[in-house]
């Protein structure tokens, strides 16, 4: 589909030159001979680009883009004015519009420039509906929350999100910490800035010293080139520490000099360089028992803790399960071309009653699980596979209908290893596995563990 172009001039040999060179780049043409019938049509047909001469019988050219810019300010708009105005066509520019054109006309230059403006004007509708599509996806209006637990906790982020308030979020594994997190960004005003996540306990000490603060070439083997840390990269953004809990004595010193003097200095480099971060954390540890035993710093618990917000557990949030499964199931059909006809109440009936231990992740596995496994596009109770929905009797095992060989192995794991509470070594002897096996089962059946 060709873009369109709202061309305004009065002098018919002008207009004519400029409609056929608007129209040889390939621009389907709406032209008017006054600036007040110009308005009109930018109203009536809402073009891509607009081209006026600044001298108009009605109103000028300038008058014509004011109007035009509070109608749709990403529109480009083009100035003609007449060689000796160049300071026309500079103030035009200071205006608000794209660019300016002096007469005589080059109708090269003038295709050259109506094909940038175009061009200008697409990346910027672009960039503005991805900025939605992120909005959509990640601002609190996007998070299930019928139940009052969770309706506090919108209410926290809508009064959070425009301070620069430090907050730590806290919840058990699985609840959506970091859902929390992106969308005290998202509906913030850094929200044009990074956002920017780091898993404290993905790292290593040294490896997670240079992911935060970066380092220089050559400051240790490996480090080839200049790497920018997570705080630089935040920088006029948010930065997200997940499982701040698993930093490492070393590492809580040196964020908490960041956080106090808004400054880091890479690893290797001597440069002091100044960040404008908003800090949110999250964690599923109790901080204040760790800095009882010494292994959190209790100065950078008061840095990173201005504000708490705690995320509820599924199971305190059950009235919102129902509402979750309906996503869950629409983006496993989505993803995997699946197709699901009819979904029973017994279907939601299992997974209302369960009590979720692994919380929000859990329940979006389960549920997928349930579409890619269903072969009649129906689902139903016997569709969930729920962990400890197998029972070992004396001489007897009972199996549910419908479960396969995967699902019931994922049910045997989870229930050996809860009532090992979690130990992988003991459970390993049990089942006559290596350790390393039931690690790998584990991430395999994203046990909670």
């Not at 607009?50 to 008058?63: F, K, N, R, T, Y």
């Not at 697409?122 to 609190?140: D, H, K, T, Y």
């Not at 008061?302 to 509820?312: G, W």
Request: glycine share 6%; with cysteine; aromatic share 4%.
């Amino acid at each position: 589909m060709k873009p369109t172009i709202l061309i305004i001039e009065d002098d018919p040999d002008n207009a004519r030159s400029v409609n056929e060179a608007a129209a040889d780049a390939d621009f389907d043409v709406i032209a008017a001979a006054t600036g007040l019938a110009g308005v009109a049509l930018f109203h009536e047909h809402s073009p891509d680009l607009v081209l006026s001469d600044l001298v108009l019988p009605d109103i000028d050219g300038l008058e014509v883009l004011k109007r035009l810019r509070a109608v749709d300010a990403e529109v480009p708009v083009i100035i003609m004015t007449a060689y000796g105005s160049v300071e026309s066509g500079v103030r035009a520019m200071r205006d608000g519009a794209y660019d300016y054109i002096t007469k005589p006309l080059d109708l090269d230059d003038i295709q050259s420039k109506l094909r940038r403006a175009h061009e200008t004007s697409r990346l910027r509708r672009r960039v503005g509906e991805l900025s939605q599509s992120v909005r959509e996806r990640f601002s609190s209006t996007a998070i299930i929350a019928e139940s009052p637990p969770m309706q506090t906790v919108i209410a926290q982020i809508a009064a959070l999100a425009d301070t620069m308030a430090t907050v730590l979020v806290t919840g058990e594994s699985g609840t959506g910490k970091e859902l929390v997190a992106r969308a005290l960004h998202t509906d913030s005003k850094r929200a044009q800035g990074p956002f920017i996540a780091v898993n404290c306990g993905a790292f290593v000490e040294s490896l997670l010293e240079s992911e935060l603060f970066g380092h220089e070439k050559g400051a240790f083997t490996g480090a080839s080139s200049l790497h920018k840390g997570a705080f630089e990269r935040a920088d006029g953004g948010t930065l997200f520490l997940d499982e701040i809990g698993d930093a490492p004595l070393p590492v809580q010193v040196k964020l908490l000099r960041a956080l106090e003097e808004r400054e880091i200095r890479r690893v290797g480099g001597r440069e002091v360089i100044r960040v404008n971060v908003r800090l949110v954390s999250a964690t599923n540890k109790n901080l204040d028992a760790m800095v009882a035993g010494g292994t959190f710093r209790e100065d950078l618990l008061y840095r990173i803790n201005v504000v708490t917000l705690r995320v509820p557990p599924l199971r305190g949030r059950k009235e919102d399960i129902r509402k979750m499964t309906d996503r869950f199931i629409a983006k496993a059909c989505m993803e995997n071309e699946k197709t699901i006809t009819a979904v029973q109440p017994s279907f939601y009936a299992m997974l209302e009653n369960y009590d979720w231990p692994g919380n929000v992740r859990q329940l979006r596995n389960i549920v997928e699980s349930a579409v890619l496994l269903s072969a009649d596009g129906v689902l139903s109770a016997s569709s969930v596979a729920l962990p400890g929905s197998v029972r070992a009797r004396a001489g007897d095992l009972s199996v549910p209908d419908g479960m396969t060989l995967e699902q019931i192995e994922c049910a045997v794991l989870d229930v050996r290893l809860r009532q090992n509470n979690g130990n992988r070594t003991m459970t390993a002897d049990q089942l006559g596995l290596s350790r390393r096996t039931i690690q790998r089962k584990i991430k395999e059946h994203h046990l909670p563990f």
